[in-house]
């Protein structure tokens, strides 16, 4: 499960990260692709910006992972190996433990999780895309992203599990449930783009990626226009 949340965060943060980044290209170089202040819109400045959670990806995840065995242990880790459970008691064990991760992991946030210490950006236009991710990170909208992403590849989870219990007794014994939700994202994560897809296409990933990109951050929009000479 741990694995499982971690590829979430990922695919949502790169959408959000490159709704942001989009909107700025395409303010920055115009409808036909041309430079509004006559040079392109940087390379550098792309890979700055998309590198700011670099830190989820190399210890992160990792981090995830520790935080989901803590919860699992906390929550199954004293259930006998020789106790049988059916399907649906099952699958309402894996929500129990996911929703125990999500609320230790509640307490880090999502902004400390996903970009790690503060991001010391040298180009003012990093830094304002990395102040506007850091916003998207704090608000509801990422939040129910998230959770909506996480029920999408929690039914793939389920799915599998689901397979692990055909011809059985109607119910498994608990250490034989363990290897199958331990292998379970080994079948979902066999396809990264079908994953990476299935993520992506939860309304609410899709509404909140559609409103970063067409809602320029607060302090763009309130920003008065340049008074003509006269």
């Given at each position: 499960?741990?694995?499982?949340?971690?590829?979430?965060?990922?695919?949502?943060?790169?959408?959000?990260?490159?709704?942001?980044?989009?909107?700025?290209?395409?303010?920055h170089?115009?409808?036909?692709?041309?430079?509004?202040?006559?040079?392109?819109?940087?390379?550098?400045?792309?890979?700055?910006?998309?590198?700011?959670?670099?830190?989820?990806?190399?210890?992160?995840?990792?981090?995830?992972?520790?935080v989901m065995?803590?919860?699992?242990?906390?929550?199954?880790?004293?259930?006998?190996?020789?106790?049988?459970?059916?399907?649906?008691?099952?699958?309402?064990?894996?929500?129990?433990?996911?929703?125990?991760?999500?609320?230790?992991v509640?307490?880090?946030?999502?902004?400390?999780?996903?970009m790690?210490?503060p991001?010391?950006?040298?180009?003012?236009?990093?830094?304002?895309?990395?102040?506007?991710?850091?916003?998207?990170?704090?608000?509801?909208?990422?939040?129910?992203?998230?959770?909506?992403?996480?029920?999408?590849?929690?039914?793939g989870?389920?799915?599998?599990?689901?397979?692990?219990?055909?011809?059985?007794p109607?119910?498994?014994?608990?250490?034989?449930?363990?290897?199958?939700?331990?292998?379970?994202?080994?079948?979902?994560?066999?396809?990264?783009?079908?994953?990476?897809?299935?993520v992506?296409?939860?309304?609410?990933?899709?509404?909140?990626?559609?409103?970063?990109?067409?809602?320029?951050?607060?302090?763009?929009?309130?920003?008065?226009?340049?008074?003509?000479?006269?």
């Amino acid at each position: 499960l741990g694995s499982m949340w971690g590829a979430v965060l990922l695919a949502v943060l790169a959408r959000v990260q490159l709704s942001i980044l989009g909107r700025h290209m395409y303010l920055h170089e115009g409808p036909k692709g041309r430079a509004a202040e006559g040079r392109a819109f940087e390379a550098g400045v792309q890979q700055q910006f998309l590198g700011c959670t670099e830190t989820f990806g190399q210890q992160g995840v990792r981090l995830v992972v520790e935080v989901m065995q803590g919860a699992a242990k906390n929550t199954i880790g004293s259930i006998p190996l020789d106790r049988s459970f059916r399907l649906s008691e099952t699958i309402g064990i894996l929500a129990f433990v996911s929703s125990t991760f999500e609320a230790d992991v509640s307490a880090l946030g999502w902004r400390a999780l996903l970009m790690g210490m503060p991001v010391a950006a040298e180009d003012p236009l990093v830094k304002v895309m990395v102040q506007e991710l850091e916003r998207v990170l704090a608000s509801p909208g990422f939040d129910a992203a998230v959770r909506a992403a996480v029920r999408r590849a929690a039914e793939g989870v389920s799915g599998f599990v689901l397979e692990g219990f055909h011809g059985s007794p109607g119910a498994l014994p608990f250490a034989k449930i363990v290897p199958l939700v331990s292998k379970a994202p080994q079948g979902i994560f066999s396809d990264p783009q079908a994953f990476v897809s299935m993520v992506g296409s939860t309304p609410e990933v899709d509404f909140l990626c559609a409103d970063v990109y067409s809602t320029p951050p607060p302090a763009a929009a309130a920003e008065p226009p340049v008074a003509a000479a006269s």
